[in-house]
């Protein structure tokens, strides 16, 4: 058997046995238990600092009315109760489906967060892909020729990119691409067609493509770089390997060994590194958004801070927290698809 | 059939080109969005700037500081009580519904409801329906101001607004924590009606084609409004072409932008006042006149509008901005250094003492560097201070419960009169009366309240600005309060903005029914 081929083989072997299905089972209900915790402490938190970042009822005043009627109105929200009162009414909520009233929106808080979660979801899609399509040809480049005029300055420009903070190449690259050259849009997601009554999607216009340009390519250069280096360094591994000098002598195409017995043998600490920094990427959203003016969920937990809209704040955190724990979720799995050598907690 | 389909074609694309040719849109970029579509949700200048799009007032502030006639063809005082409006005929509102007397009366009963707009209206009873176009409003005691509150009346559609709606709430309830009506629908008398909109993302507004103001030379037929909050962002989406006008400029582009060749920038000299107050309750201290003095004379507040302002915003030695009635142009800043440490030696504060600080972050122009600059000038005559900056959201708690010797505060007045600064900023604090809410310096001369009241009643102009000056000298002679700036207003919008100076003013509400768009 080909070295390259012996993880997907066992993973066949070991999935199609009979008895195998309970420790999944048990694994997924786990993890429920697990996102539930995860959530109640993130509640438990956003109430601890929900004080500290101020009081919603200014925001919803002009300044000249009086403390009375602020008064008035605080109690009509609720908010002079204590904390943990306030906490429990939230949980009782919850339990419901209901995370509140955003006080700003005046409109249910999972409903505001729903809205905003696609533009968020496509712009961390776009930075993905772009990830993906730059740093495998670069980091297997830079790994196969580490001493090339061009990897060395990929190399140079990556750690470049890395220490420049995300505002600020977003910044840039609006000055370069929208003001100067005129070429792509500045600020927002275009035009947008309707898929469902809360998906509105930029992804199916030429207009809502162009707007994603930008903002893609800023969030992607928070992370592109970690991937190059961890692509490469994997990868000089690999080529240092038994198996791969038995291809070359076998005579197989260069980029045949390269990709099939070199690269897929790359893939099981980037899929670690990158699951974890997916979680990373949804929150370097708030940064890229806001630069870009590009409504999704960072942008409003952002203006929630600033309004004191506390409420969409709690439900922001616990609904990032349950993102969280989904995808670290899903990387698990992929992880034990990808290599089963690693076995799934919970089995015996 | 080939050739037919041809012909479609082109007599498409000819009616697009022409269509585009004509329908004008104005794109347009401000810090933020109106919050709601109720104009008496919320007194702010962003609902004011709506407002004037989407209604129009009895009557509005001209530049020359008169008033000029909208929904309201004249006026006339009947008695120190009454000012009898004639309303103008043949207008309708959004709905298709013919503006009324009815609707005034019914507009300013819900402004009295409004728990933002009731205290400006504290001293109008119900008004008077006469006839269909004539109605009196009608105050409980004689008020000077009138004529400037009805600018603040921008009759609402009452038939439109009547009655419940699905989740059996009255159409016109004004609701600041929840779903309503008036929140997501409007019916007004304005230039403009609402399309289409998504709350903090984007608003359009389309020219109401029965317009009353056939005489008005806007040619404007769809504005749409983006929020872009980022200041960079906004400067970029104007200078690359993607919004036509912004509000406001930051300090830091107003170079990059007034020299861009198909831009035009306008400044005006702003009507908010920056001050700190020094609290007299806390520090024995600032009770002493020599001392409060010595502040002053130890704030260089031209310095700080020339390096920080960077010349945008116009040193202040009052509260009340050229123009307003009260201005006195007598007063002068004052800043003399050896003057100040004079004042601090007689006091017998030679070798000075801590005082706190407070100021907030993100609510006015550079006002976390401006209290940082005020520091380093209280420094000069051994002044020590402890400087504490935080956000808006956490800011007015903290300035209500005074928690530092020295707070900042900004204020515009409401009723674009001399009178609301003593009231909410000077005159001694009165839980009762509500007079002094925002005078955190403690500052109580009993004199000074006298005289402003006295002024509020007074109808003859001049006596009034007389009366107002007076009081602006006695503060000024008092040092009452620490005088910065007033903040600047700055707009940019195309070339081809024919009077886009005229239809914008120190207030910032811009009357955009009037653009003209070449």
Same mark, same amino acid.
């Given at each position: ?40 402490? &993130?509640? %438990?938190?956003?109430? @601890? ?8 009822? =200014?925001? +919803?005043? /002009?300044?000249? $009315? ?69 740093? &495998?040809? %670069?980091?297997?480049? @830079? ?8 990897? =060395?300055? +990929?190399? /140079?420009?990556? $750690? ?189 | ?518």
């Amino acid at each position: 058997m080909r070295p390259g081929m012996q993880p997907a083989a066992r993973f066949r072997s070991t999935h199609t046995s009979s008895n195998k299905k309970n420790p999944m089972f048990a694994f997924i209900v786990r993890r429920i238990a697990q996102a539930v915790m995860v959530m109640l402490v &993130i509640s %438990v938190i956003g109430f @601890a600092i929900k004080t500290a970042v101020g009081d919603p009822v =200014r925001d +919803l005043v /002009g300044v000249a $009315v009086s403390a009375e009627e602020r008064a008035r109105l605080s109690e009509e929200l609720g908010l002079n109760d204590p904390l943990p009162v306030q906490w429990v009414r939230f949980l009782g909520g919850a339990l419901q489906g209901d995370l509140g009233q955003s006080f700003f929106f005046k409109r249910p808080a999972m409903e505001v967060i729903l809205r905003k979660a696609p533009a968020t979801l496509e712009l961390v899609l776009a930075a993905s892909v772009i990830i993906v399509l730059v740093s &495998i040809p %670069v980091g297997i480049y @830079a790994a196969v020729r580490p001493r090339a005029a061009l990897s =060395r300055l +990929l190399m /140079g420009g990556s $750690v470049v990119g890395v220490s420049i903070p995300v505002f600020l190449t977003a910044i840039m690259l609006i000055y370069v691409f929208a003001i100067h050259l005129g070429w792509l849009p500045s600020y927002g997601r275009g035009e947008t067609v309707r898929l469902t009554s809360w998906w509105e999607t930029g992804l199916l216009t030429k207009d809502g493509l162009l707007h994603l340009v930008l903002p893609a390519i800023s969030l992607s250069s928070v992370m592109l770089p970690l991937f190059i280096r961890l692509i490469r360094a994997e990868m000089k591994e690999v080529l240092e390997a038994e198996y791969m000098k038995y291809a070359r002598a076998k005579g197989l195409r260069p980029w045949r060994i390269l990709l099939v017995h070199g690269f897929k043998n790359t893939l099981l600490p980037v899929i670690t590194v990158g699951g974890v920094q997916l979680g990373t990427m949804i929150a370097f959203t708030v940064l890229t958004e806001t630069v870009f003016q590009w409504q999704g969920m960072g942008f409003i937990f952002l203006e929630a801070v600033e309004r004191a809209d506390t409420s969409l704040l709690v439900a922001y955190l616990v609904f990032v927290g349950f993102m969280f724990v989904v995808v670290n979720t899903a990387v698990d799995i992929i992880y034990g698809l990808v290599n089963p050598m690693v076995r799934i907690t919970g089995r015996k | 059939m080939k050739r037919l389909l041809l012909a479609c074609l082109c007599a498409a694309m000819l009616c697009g080109f022409a269509g585009a040719a004509h329908a004008k849109t104005l794109k347009m970029a401000l810090d933020a969005d109106p919050v709601s579509l109720d104009p008496h949700v919320q007194l702010s200048g962003g609902m004011l700037q709506y407002s004037h799009i989407c209604f129009d007032p009895l009557v509005r502030w001209a530049k020359d500081g008169s008033f000029e006639p909208r929904l309201a063809v004249s006026w006339e005082q009947i008695d120190p009580l009454t000012t009898r409006f004639h309303l103008r005929e043949g207008v309708k509102f959004h709905s298709g519904n013919a503006f009324t007397a009815k609707d005034v009366a019914w507009t300013l009963e819900r402004l009295k409801q409004s728990q933002d707009y009731k205290f400006l209206f504290e001293l109008f009873g119900p008004a008077k329906v006469v006839d269909d176009l004539t109605v009196d409003i009608v105050t409980t005691k004689p008020y000077g101001l009138v004529l400037a509150m009805a600018t603040y009346i921008f009759p609402m559609d009452s038939a439109f607004y009547s009655g419940m709606d699905d989740s059996g709430q009255p159409k016109d309830a004004i609701v600041k924590t929840g779903p309503s009506f008036a929140l997501t629908n409007e019916s007004g008398t304005g230039p403009f009606a609402v399309t289409y909109r998504e709350q903090g993302v984007k608003t359009v507004f389309t020219r109401f084609k029965d317009y009353w103001d056939t005489k008005s030379p806007g040619n404007v037929d769809e504005i749409v409004l983006t929020p872009i909050k980022e200041e960079a962002t906004r400067v970029a989406a104007l200078l690359s072409g993607d919004v036509d006008f912004i509000s406001p400029v930051p300090p830091q582009d107003l170079e990059r932008v007034g020299a861009h060749k198909d831009v035009q920038l306008v400044t005006m000299s702003g009507t908010r006042v920056i001050t700190f107050q020094l609290n007299q309750k806390r520090r024995p201290e600032f009770a002493d006149k020599r001392v409060r003095m010595a502040v002053e004379y130890a704030v260089n507040n031209a310095g700080i509008v020339d390096k920080i302002m960077k010349g945008f915003a116009t040193v202040a030695a009052q509260q009340s901005p050229a123009g307003y009635a009260g201005h006195n142009p007598e007063l002068a800043p004052r800043f003399d250094l050896d003057k100040a440490k004079a004042l601090m030696k007689e006091a017998g504060y030679e070798k000075g003492f801590t005082v706190t600080m407070i100021a907030p972050n993100n609510r006015y122009v550079n006002d976390e560097k401006i209290a940082q600059a005020v520091a380093g000038m209280l420094a000069k005559i051994n002044i020590k201070v402890e400087l504490k900056t935080m956000p808006k959201a956490q800011y007015w708690d903290e300035f209500d419960a005074q928690v530092a010797d020295i707070q900042m505060i900004g204020w515009h007045s409401d009723t674009e009169d001399t009178a609301n600064f003593f009231e909410y900023l000077l005159m001694c604090p009165n839980k009762e009366t509500g007079s002094g809410q925002y005078n955190s310096g403690n500052y109580c001369n009993p004199e000074l309240d006298a005289l402003v009241i006295a002024a509020n009643a007074e109808f003859d102009t001049a006596k009034r600005t007389a009366m107002l000056q007076q009081a602006e000298k006695m503060a000024y002679d008092d040092a009452a309060f620490v005088n910065l700036h007033w903040q600047n207003n700055s707009w940019a919008g195309r070339k081809n903005h024919k009077n886009l100076e005229h239809i914008l003013n120190v207030m910032d509400f811009p009357y955009f029914g009037d653009l003209v768009v070449e």
